[in-house]
């Protein structure tokens, strides 16, 4: 069946997962529903220790058995240890079947793909993924549907009951004896627990893990031990040189330079850039640099930003620092300087679902004026690709693109036209991950293209000195340089579903074929 | 006839290793004046063939949006630079530069070389265009006769990086070690009419230190830089294009001087200025600079 | 032209490619590598095998290992491979068989 970006989605995935095609991205505004609640077991008496020994005890205290779903959060990004360490012993279990429900994956979990092959793992529920586990669904070795889906839909997912988390493994940087979890301190201090939150609400059990145990009360704690079953202490839960990195240096390169002033420049030419602007923004060169500009400009001309959401890096925080925005609201701090931001009084943690679930009575990105994004691949529908590599190898992460591009009044993508051979701006992008109806304006280092629909924003630019060009312009450029690229051929086995941050299908992933020459 | 490339804009003239795919695809997007592609320092003495293919294909395929292709070629007394000049001409290169010029001798070589390839590849005679870069005391010492040697030269350029070894000295971020070079060919390029391009600024970590140095070659009466970083294109654009108030003032003493050379006054005043007509020159370049810079709106 | 001995041109930097070439006896022996090849494999493939036409050589093994080259990037490899095979350095034949 052919959805609203003009996907097919076959009958059979649609009868196997019971979803819906993707029909617009306000398609279940006013939708009800009853939230699910998890299935908890008290904890009354107060001789009872939640300390166990290891990961394998509180496998067995949970009952760990086949075909549980388990969740994880990726605040630890590339320097994470947690899922590895937990998915060693539940192979070492013998369990099959499990279902990992986490909100990121990156290449840091390379090592549980021999899982997947033997059937530990049978479904993947994330972002996205990277790195050698893509290759494995990719190529067909995930025995169940691989679910690609945004912060925001994670939320929405586990809060409606489409996924039940049996078991949430919550690495925590701090946490006490009775399951005070905060993202402060400790060895792998990671700021905030933005995505967690969500598992320790509705997970039936908790369990924390932390390489730092402090006497109780972890106080104020991010998770609350009122939701935490056991506490497991570890050697390390991560590796702190890629939790949070030292700030980036701003980038020197003239392209992302070029394109993040054509991007400052035309935020400060719309209509929403005045006091009380809100803004989101990624941690690409590009967006950085941007940032960094549009800070300058808003010195100059007196204008104050009313809030920042990330996702943070620190030229936002040097905002806050600097007295050019009264508050950040913070889902996830990318360096040091953003963890270090989180003392500030107006630097609040809120949950991934505050900031993006689109089942929530309102979050957060509908009150974003801008966000700046960025993208594998857009096409000239104004679709972006941000989970499936040109090569049709899963190779990202959806985040909070689809979520914030929805809810900002201005959605704004930076992508160099080219990467290497390949054009980012092409005819029909590999996989739909976020829909075109919601993004504004692509930014490029060849000119800037605004979505047709937004005439309001066309007009805004009369006189404006920007390389404007239309989205097929700037196609018709990148193929006029590196030629039209062939499209890749794909089995039909299906690998994996993108969904609509409402639950909805935006698109499908198949099994990639191995390439044989025309003539061959 | 005179080509009439030879007086074009020139502000930056930016270097490019012509054996990097990655960097000769498309510099024209910063939108330097000349882009120069090099077969001299920047390729290693065992890819000076290979580079040579990469340039031609670059120069015939890559569409370069209106920037001046100028192509380094080796120094005289390697045994690469005469299939180089083959090489860049048969691509179609607008100019070729020439390294370590050190008499007029030397760009009368490279002229008989450019001259035969044109004929060799059918290009139109007197098409490729030379420029001569100096970097050496002697070069200095004989850069009128470099800059007087041929009909195709269009320039003269300085690098400062040899020339300051050969001085004995070194590039020391004030510009003295650089003072009687810059003066000398300066003074050379405007008696023998034609351009002068100041050495490159290496120091990519000081923006101010580079804007500084523009700033002082522009009121020394340099036509453009050689650059080699496109972050340093803004900063001298801005400073070797006209002003607002500069083109509205060149504007008004040009139609004035018009206006009463008619009416027979010699002496009048614009803005509160005394006016004469040696003040016709300087304003017409101003208005020839604003509209090669593409800023200039007016009708003159 | 005939490949004399083998040559290799280009780096495996990112927009270039490297191109190596032995004499061969089994007509054109083509192997590629590219991080493109789901999206540029056959033009590649064209542009190599026309590279090959134009300076008549006809027995060859011919393998690139690709890191996104543009056709002009991918020619320039292959001549500069080509010559470098048989030892020419000087009076090419540019706007000839190089074109």
Redesign the interface.
Known sequence: MINAVGRDIPDEILKATGKEVFQGIHYRDGYTYKKDGPVTRCVSDNTRSKLVDSIHDALIKCNIKDGMTLGFHHHFREGDYIVNMVMEEVHRLGIKDITICASSLGKAHDPIVPYIEDGTITNIQSSGVRGKIGQAISSGKLKGLAIMRSHGGRVRAIESGETRIDIAFIGAPTCDDYGNCRGIGGKSNCGVLSYALVDGDYADQVVAITDCLVPFPNFPAHISMTKVDYVVVVDAIGNPDKIATGAAKPT?D??K??MADYCTQFVVNTPYFKDGFSYQTGVGGASIASTISLAKIMKERNIRMRFGVGGLTKPMCDLLANDQVDCLLDTQDFDLDAVESVKDLKHFRISAGEYANPFNKGAVVNKLDFVILAALEVDINFNCNVVVG???EITGAQGGHPDTAAGAKCAIVIVPLL????PAVCTEVTAVTTPGESIDVVVT??GIAINPKRKDLIDAMRGVDLPFKTIEELRDIAYS???E??K??FDDKVVGIIESRDGTILDVVRK?KE?T??DN | MMNPEKKRLRRTMMFLNAQKPGLI??PY??KPDSIMLDLEDAVAENQKDAARFSLYHALKEINYHGCERVVRINALDTPYWKEDIRCAVAGGCDSIRIPKTERAEDVKLVEEAVAAAEKEFNISQGRTLIMAAIESARGVMKVLEICESSERLFGIALSGGDYTKDLQTRITGTGVELMGARQHMIIAARAAGVQCFDTVYTN?DDMEGFRKEVESIHLMGFDGKSII???QISIVHEIFTPTVKDIIFAEKVVKEIDDKKAKGIGVFTVDGKMIDIAFYDGAIRTIYMAKASGVYKGDL | MEIVQPAMAGTLE??DCQVTVEPGNNGIEFNLES?????????I?KVVMETLKNMEVSQVKISIVD?????CTIKARVEGALFRSVGQFDHLPWGGAVR
């Open positions: 020197t003239m392209r330079l070029m040109s090569d049709g990467q290497g051979r390949i280092d060849y340089m590196v030629g690229p062939e890749v051929k990639v390439y020459f025309a | 695809k498309d997007i910063y990519l970083n496109p972050r | 990112s927009s991080v493109v090849i789901n999206q540029f494999g056959n033009q493939k890191k996104g080259a543009l056709d």
